[in-house]
């Protein structure tokens, strides 16, 4: 069973940047695209960035272009978020989770994914 970890979440003031980290275990992200959404309070998950394999396309959601950036170290078998200028509306719960077909395209969809961690919070204040 593949399990997907993330970690690096915290609390941050506004402005300032955290890196999150996704790595699986009892399987691997070799071959699979992987992508970032997040869940605020009260509304429902969305897309936040996404990579393909091995990494030379990725694809954002429209509210973090320019502040976030995706990239995977394949010999770590690891994907990062590089979270910079935070906002307090980037405040969240954020996961990691794998495409559903090994070389996929990047995809925003959240039903192209098919496994998910458990999530990291992220807590911006303003």
């Known amino acids: 069973q593949v399990k997907l970890v993330e970690s690096g979440g915290g609390l941050v003031q506004a402005g300032g940047s955290l890196r999150l980290s996704c790595v699986a275990s009892?399987?691997?992200?070799?071959?699979?695209?992987t992508g970032w959404f997040r869940q605020a309070p009260g509304k429902e998950r969305e897309f936040v960035a996404t990579?393909?394999?091995?990494?030379?396309?990725?694809q954002y959601a429209d509210s973090v272009k320019g502040r976030f950036t995706i990239s995977r170290d394949n010999a770590k078998n690891t994907v990062y978020l590089q979270m910079n200028r935070l906002r307090p509306e980037d405040t969240a719960v954020y996961y990691c989770?794998?495409?559903?077909?090994?070389?996929?395209?990047?995809?925003?969809?959240?039903?192209?994914?098919?496994?998910w961690g458990q999530g990291t919070q992220v807590t911006v204040s303003s």
């Open positions: 990579i393909d394999w091995p990494g030379a396309n990725t």
């Open positions: 989770a794998r495409r559903n077909r090994v070389y996929g395209t990047t995809s925003s969809l959240a039903h192209d994914y098919d496994y």
């Open positions: 009892g399987g691997t992200l070799i071959a699979y695209g």
